[in-house]
């Protein structure tokens, strides 16, 4: 998957899967935006799981987001069945760990990473998208309820030390 950003905002800018001679670069670009932005304690064992690339390209889809020759952003593409897919329902594909460089905020490449996930499930003939973000995380959000996403109360959750996260969910049939 080599995709190319069309339109002004993102000129140059590329969607792919990892190589994982990036995954240092992924992974300092997730905890900087995780940890650096407040969503996460340090040194929280989700901290921990951010900076673990390697190990989530074992078992997940790690797509990045490159402009200028440089990892701009990422997000992880858990399919059913993965130790990464948390939340999704059958016929559901769920991402997670979307995290965009703030100097790169702009470039539209956290909006051309979700499209590609919508676009790999239509693809993949799933039913929806599922994921799970904080409420905090407010330039996301934007991105979500641009493509459609719709908040799904019953499937919130909190994490072990009582933070709130909400599910969000696209409906492909819609």
Same mark, same amino acid.
């Given at each position: 998957?080599?995709?190319?950003?069309?339109?002004?905002?993102?000129?140059?800018?590329?969607?792919?899967?990892?190589?994982?001679?990036?995954?240092?670069? !992924? @992974?300092?670009?997730?905890?900087? $935006?995780?940890?650096?932005?407040?969503?996460? *304690? /340090? #040194?929280? +064992? =989700? &901290?921990?799981?951010?900076?673990?690339?390697?190990?989530?390209?074992?078992?997940?889809?790690?797509? !990045? @987001?490159?402009?200028?020759?440089? $990892?701009?952003?990422?997000?992880?593409?858990? *399919? /059913? #069945?993965? +130790? =990464? &897919?948390?939340?999704?329902?059958?016929?559901?594909?769920?991402?997670?760990?979307?995290?965009?460089?703030?100097?790169?905020?702009?470039?539209?490449?956290?909006?051309?990473?979700?499209?590609?996930?919508?676009?790999?499930?239509? &693809?993949?003939?799933?039913?929806?998208?599922?994921?799970?973000?904080?409420?905090?995380?407010?330039?996301?959000?934007?991105?979500?309820?641009?493509?459609?996403?719709?908040?799904?109360?019953?499937?919130?959750?909190?994490?072990? &030390?009582?933070?709130?996260?909400?599910?969000?969910?696209?409906?492909?049939?819609?």
């Amino acid at each position: 998957m080599d995709k190319a950003g069309s339109g002004a905002g993102n000129a140059g800018l590329v969607i792919r899967t990892a190589r994982a001679d990036e995954y240092a670069a !992924v @992974a300092e670009l997730t905890v900087e $935006v995780y940890v650096g932005e407040g969503f996460v *304690r /340090p #040194g929280s +064992p =989700y &901290a921990a799981e951010l900076a673990d690339t390697a190990h989530r390209g074992a078992s997940a889809q790690i797509l !990045v @987001a490159t402009h200028a020759d440089r $990892v701009v952003g990422s997000l992880t593409v858990a *399919r /059913p #069945g993965t +130790p =990464y &897919a948390e939340i999704a329902l059958p016929g559901e594909l769920e991402f997670r760990m979307l995290a965009v460089a703030k100097t790169a905020r702009g470039l539209g490449a956290g909006t051309a990473l979700v499209r590609t996930v919508i676009d790999t499930a239509r &693809a993949e003939n799933f039913g929806a998208v599922a994921l799970t973000t904080m409420p905090a995380m407010t330039d996301a959000r934007r991105i979500y309820d641009r493509f459609g996403f719709v908040r799904a109360p019953e499937r919130d959750w909190r994490t072990p &030390a009582g933070e709130l996260l909400t599910v969000l969910r696209l409906d492909l049939a819609a």
